[in-house]
Protein backbone atom coordinates (compact mmCIF):
# COMPACT_ATOMS: atom_id res chain seq x y z
CA UNK A 1 0.00 0.00 0.00
CA UNK A 2 1.15 3.78 -1.04
CA UNK A 3 0.28 7.19 0.71
CA UNK A 4 -0.04 9.48 -1.63
CA UNK A 5 -0.34 13.06 -1.53
CA UNK A 6 -1.55 15.45 -4.31
CA UNK A 7 -0.46 19.44 -4.70
CA UNK A 8 -3.06 21.55 -7.09
CA UNK A 9 -1.82 25.11 -8.71
CA UNK A 10 -4.92 27.04 -9.62
CA UNK A 11 -5.12 29.94 -12.15
CA UNK A 12 -8.20 31.70 -13.83
CA UNK A 13 -8.28 32.98 -17.42
CA UNK A 14 -8.73 35.84 -17.96
CA UNK A 15 -8.10 37.04 -14.77
CA UNK A 16 -4.51 35.57 -14.06
CA UNK A 17 -3.22 35.65 -17.54
CA UNK A 18 -4.45 36.73 -21.22
CA UNK A 19 -3.20 33.33 -22.68
CA UNK A 20 -2.60 29.58 -23.00
CA UNK A 21 1.07 29.36 -22.06
CA UNK A 22 0.71 32.48 -19.50
CA UNK A 23 -1.91 30.41 -17.91
CA UNK A 24 -0.07 27.36 -17.55
CA UNK A 25 2.86 29.30 -15.96
CA UNK A 26 0.79 30.96 -13.54
CA UNK A 27 -0.85 27.85 -12.55
CA UNK A 28 2.93 25.88 -12.26
CA UNK A 29 3.80 28.80 -10.01
CA UNK A 30 0.53 27.85 -7.82
CA UNK A 31 1.77 24.43 -7.74
CA UNK A 32 5.65 25.42 -6.25
CA UNK A 33 4.25 27.26 -3.75
CA UNK A 34 1.42 24.87 -2.88
CA UNK A 35 4.15 21.71 -2.77
CA UNK A 36 6.05 24.53 -0.67
CA UNK A 37 3.49 24.99 1.86
CA UNK A 38 2.15 21.78 2.08
CA UNK A 39 -0.98 23.12 0.94
CA UNK A 40 -3.56 20.83 -0.87
CA UNK A 41 -4.02 23.91 -3.07
CA UNK A 42 -2.82 27.51 -3.56
CA UNK A 43 -4.87 30.02 -6.04
CA UNK A 44 -2.28 32.46 -8.41
CA UNK A 45 -2.50 35.86 -6.64
CA UNK A 46 -0.66 38.52 -7.12
CA UNK A 47 1.82 37.90 -3.97
CA UNK A 48 2.53 35.17 -6.28
CA UNK A 49 2.83 37.24 -9.65
CA UNK A 50 5.22 39.47 -7.68
CA UNK A 51 7.31 37.17 -6.24
CA UNK A 52 7.32 35.46 -10.06
CA UNK A 53 8.59 38.87 -11.34
CA UNK A 54 11.28 39.30 -8.63
CA UNK A 55 12.90 36.10 -9.36
CA UNK A 56 12.53 36.89 -13.04
CA UNK A 57 14.53 39.97 -12.55
CA UNK A 58 16.98 38.81 -10.24
CA UNK A 59 17.91 36.18 -12.62
CA UNK A 60 17.97 38.32 -15.76
CA UNK A 61 20.48 40.43 -13.47
CA UNK A 62 22.69 37.76 -12.32
CA UNK A 63 22.79 36.63 -15.80
CA UNK A 64 24.16 40.24 -16.62
CA UNK A 65 26.16 40.21 -13.29
CA UNK A 66 28.27 37.38 -14.47
CA UNK A 67 28.32 38.34 -18.03
CA UNK A 68 29.96 41.43 -16.94
CA UNK A 69 31.79 40.21 -14.49
CA UNK A 70 30.12 42.07 -11.83
CA UNK A 71 30.20 39.62 -8.82
CA UNK A 72 33.14 39.81 -6.18
CA UNK A 73 34.47 37.38 -3.83
CA UNK A 74 35.35 37.90 0.29
CA UNK A 75 37.54 35.63 1.62
CA UNK A 76 37.07 34.92 5.09
CA UNK A 77 40.07 33.38 6.80
CA UNK A 78 39.86 30.18 9.41
CA UNK A 79 42.72 30.42 11.96
CA UNK A 80 44.51 27.60 13.51
CA UNK A 81 43.58 27.89 17.38
CA UNK A 82 47.21 26.10 18.34
CA UNK A 83 49.22 28.99 17.00
CA UNK A 84 47.17 31.21 15.62
CA UNK A 85 48.46 31.02 12.11
CA UNK A 86 46.08 31.15 8.70
CA UNK A 87 45.21 27.45 8.01
CA UNK A 88 42.69 28.43 5.32
CA UNK A 89 39.98 30.51 3.84
CA UNK A 90 36.59 30.11 2.29
CA UNK A 91 35.79 32.34 -0.59
CA UNK A 92 32.30 33.70 -0.16
CA UNK A 93 30.27 34.76 -2.97
CA UNK A 94 29.35 38.79 -2.86
CA UNK A 95 26.90 40.97 -5.23
CA UNK A 96 26.61 44.76 -5.11
CA UNK A 97 24.32 45.59 -7.93
CA UNK A 98 24.37 49.25 -9.59
CA UNK A 99 21.01 50.10 -8.43
CA UNK A 100 19.75 47.66 -6.12
CA UNK A 101 22.52 47.50 -3.78
CA UNK A 102 23.98 44.56 -2.19
CA UNK A 103 21.70 41.18 -3.10
CA UNK A 104 22.40 38.59 -0.68
CA UNK A 105 23.42 35.21 -1.48
CA UNK A 106 20.31 33.40 0.18
CA UNK A 107 18.31 35.48 -2.33
CA UNK A 108 20.02 34.87 -5.36
CA UNK A 109 21.87 31.28 -5.26
CA UNK A 110 18.45 29.47 -5.29
CA UNK A 111 17.55 31.58 -7.65
CA UNK A 112 20.41 30.06 -9.54
CA UNK A 113 20.46 26.81 -8.27
CA UNK A 114 16.56 26.26 -9.76
CA UNK A 115 18.06 27.11 -13.28
CA UNK A 116 21.33 27.06 -15.36
CA UNK A 117 22.89 29.56 -13.79
CA UNK A 118 24.66 27.78 -10.83
CA UNK A 119 26.33 26.09 -13.79
CA UNK A 120 28.34 29.12 -15.03
CA UNK A 121 28.34 30.53 -11.02
CA UNK A 122 30.00 28.10 -9.82
CA UNK A 123 32.71 27.74 -12.53
CA UNK A 124 33.01 31.52 -12.40
CA UNK A 125 33.52 31.08 -8.43
CA UNK A 126 35.97 28.09 -8.65
CA UNK A 127 38.09 30.20 -11.34
CA UNK A 128 37.84 33.45 -9.25
CA UNK A 129 39.14 32.11 -5.86
CA UNK A 130 41.49 30.16 -7.56
CA UNK A 131 43.42 33.17 -9.28
CA UNK A 132 43.05 35.69 -6.73
CA UNK A 133 43.64 33.96 -3.69
CA UNK A 134 46.65 32.24 -5.08
CA UNK A 135 48.26 35.52 -6.12
CA UNK A 136 47.85 37.18 -2.47
CA UNK A 137 49.47 34.12 -1.16
CA UNK A 138 52.54 34.64 -3.68
CA UNK A 139 52.95 37.90 -3.05
CA UNK A 140 53.04 36.48 1.01
CA UNK A 141 55.37 34.01 0.05
CA UNK A 142 52.97 31.12 2.13
CA UNK A 143 50.23 28.83 0.40
CA UNK A 144 47.03 27.88 2.50
CA UNK A 145 43.77 26.19 0.45
CA UNK A 146 40.65 27.60 -0.44
CA UNK A 147 37.50 26.62 0.54
CA UNK A 148 34.58 27.01 -2.52
CA UNK A 149 31.27 26.30 -2.11
CA UNK A 150 29.55 23.01 -4.20
CA UNK A 151 25.58 23.60 -5.12
CA UNK A 152 24.02 20.63 -4.44
CA UNK A 153 22.34 20.72 -7.47
CA UNK A 154 25.70 19.81 -8.93
CA UNK A 155 27.07 17.47 -6.88
CA UNK A 156 24.90 14.83 -8.86
CA UNK A 157 25.96 16.12 -12.24
CA UNK A 158 29.59 14.20 -13.23
CA UNK A 159 29.99 17.49 -15.24
CA UNK A 160 31.46 19.43 -11.87
CA UNK A 161 34.65 17.07 -12.36
CA UNK A 162 35.55 18.42 -15.45
CA UNK A 163 34.62 21.95 -14.69
CA UNK A 164 36.76 21.93 -11.30
CA UNK A 165 39.72 19.97 -12.93
CA UNK A 166 39.63 22.56 -15.82
CA UNK A 167 39.87 25.47 -13.22
CA UNK A 168 42.74 23.71 -11.28
CA UNK A 169 44.81 23.28 -14.17
CA UNK A 170 44.21 26.62 -15.80
CA UNK A 171 45.68 28.50 -12.21
CA UNK A 172 48.53 25.92 -11.82
CA UNK A 173 47.28 25.14 -8.55
CA UNK A 174 48.92 22.58 -5.97
CA UNK A 175 46.88 19.23 -5.39
CA UNK A 176 45.18 19.90 -1.96
CA UNK A 177 45.07 23.54 -2.23
CA UNK A 178 41.55 23.39 -3.35
CA UNK A 179 38.43 22.48 -0.94
CA UNK A 180 34.98 21.96 -2.07
CA UNK A 181 32.31 22.51 0.83
CA UNK A 182 29.20 20.75 0.21
CA UNK A 183 26.31 20.82 2.55
CA UNK A 184 25.27 17.35 5.03
CA UNK A 185 21.94 17.97 4.04
CA UNK A 186 22.69 18.21 0.18
CA UNK A 187 24.70 15.21 0.52
CA UNK A 188 22.41 12.90 2.24
CA UNK A 189 19.61 13.81 -0.30
CA UNK A 190 21.29 11.21 -2.47
CA UNK A 191 24.71 9.46 -0.84
CA UNK A 192 25.90 7.37 -3.87
CA UNK A 193 25.52 9.89 -6.36
CA UNK A 194 27.44 12.15 -4.07
CA UNK A 195 29.97 9.33 -3.39
CA UNK A 196 30.25 8.92 -7.09
CA UNK A 197 30.92 12.88 -7.26
CA UNK A 198 33.11 13.86 -4.24
CA UNK A 199 35.35 10.66 -5.12
CA UNK A 200 36.28 11.63 -8.19
CA UNK A 201 37.28 15.35 -7.09
CA UNK A 202 39.04 13.75 -4.34
CA UNK A 203 41.15 11.55 -7.05
CA UNK A 204 42.29 14.63 -8.55
CA UNK A 205 43.96 16.25 -5.17
CA UNK A 206 40.90 18.23 -4.46
CA UNK A 207 40.02 18.20 -0.27
CA UNK A 208 36.19 17.48 0.58
CA UNK A 209 34.51 19.27 3.22
CA UNK A 210 30.71 18.19 4.70
CA UNK A 211 29.76 21.87 6.02
CA UNK A 212 27.04 22.80 8.16
CA UNK A 213 28.04 19.58 9.99
CA UNK A 214 25.29 17.86 12.84
CA UNK A 215 22.31 19.37 11.25
CA UNK A 216 21.53 16.84 8.67
CA UNK A 217 21.27 13.25 10.55
CA UNK A 218 24.03 12.38 7.98
CA UNK A 219 24.72 8.23 8.58
CA UNK A 220 28.09 7.32 10.10
CA UNK A 221 27.86 4.40 7.45
CA UNK A 222 28.38 7.05 4.67
CA UNK A 223 30.22 9.14 6.02
CA UNK A 224 32.72 5.78 6.41
CA UNK A 225 32.57 6.09 2.89
CA UNK A 226 32.96 9.19 1.66
CA UNK A 227 36.41 10.54 0.52
CA UNK A 228 36.22 13.60 3.58
CA UNK A 229 39.16 15.72 4.81
CA UNK A 230 37.00 18.14 6.88
CA UNK A 231 33.87 18.58 8.88
CA UNK A 232 33.09 21.83 9.62
CA UNK A 233 30.52 22.30 12.71
CA UNK A 234 27.44 24.40 12.24
CA UNK A 235 27.59 27.76 13.91
CA UNK A 236 23.98 26.58 15.95
CA UNK A 237 25.85 24.19 18.20
CA UNK A 238 29.15 26.63 18.31
CA UNK A 239 27.66 30.45 19.02
CA UNK A 240 26.21 29.47 22.35
CA UNK A 241 28.56 27.01 23.70
CA UNK A 242 29.90 28.89 26.00
CA UNK A 243 26.80 29.22 28.19
CA UNK A 244 24.94 25.83 27.04
CA UNK A 245 26.73 22.58 28.12
CA UNK A 246 24.70 20.24 26.02
CA UNK A 247 26.34 22.67 23.14
CA UNK A 248 29.85 21.80 24.24
CA UNK A 249 29.13 18.65 24.34
CA UNK A 250 27.98 18.20 21.05
CA UNK A 251 30.68 19.97 19.90
CA UNK A 252 33.38 17.76 21.76
CA UNK A 253 31.73 15.08 20.49
CA UNK A 254 32.10 15.70 16.77
CA UNK A 255 35.59 17.09 16.78
CA UNK A 256 36.42 13.86 18.80
CA UNK A 257 34.65 12.14 16.26
CA UNK A 258 36.78 14.04 13.42
CA UNK A 259 39.64 13.37 15.20
CA UNK A 260 39.65 9.72 15.79
CA UNK A 261 38.34 9.28 11.91
CA UNK A 262 41.55 11.38 11.00
CA UNK A 263 39.84 14.48 9.55
CA UNK A 264 39.88 18.36 10.55
CA UNK A 265 37.68 20.55 11.85
CA UNK A 266 36.97 23.96 11.29
CA UNK A 267 34.23 25.71 13.89
CA UNK A 268 31.38 27.80 12.17
CA UNK A 269 30.25 31.01 14.51
CA UNK A 270 33.56 32.17 16.70
CA UNK A 271 32.66 35.25 17.96
CA UNK A 272 33.93 36.21 21.35
Excluded at 107 to 120: Q, T
Excluded at 150 to 161: T, Y
Excluded at 166 to 192: F, Q
Aim: aromatic share 6%; glycine share 6%; hydrophobic share 45%.
Amino acid sequence: PLSLTAHAGVAIYPDDAANRELLLQAADTALDAARSAGDAYRLYDDTLRRAGESRAEIKSRLQTALDNNDLMLYFQPQINLRDNSLGGCEALMRWNHATAGWISPEVFIPIAESSELIDALTYWSVNVALKEWFQHCRACSETVPVSVNLSAKLLHSPEVVDLVERALNIWGAAPGSLVMEVTESAMMADPKAALRTLSALNERGVTISIDDFGTGYSSLAYLKQLPVGELKIDRSFVQHMAEDAMDRRIVQSVIDLAHNLGLKVVAEGIED
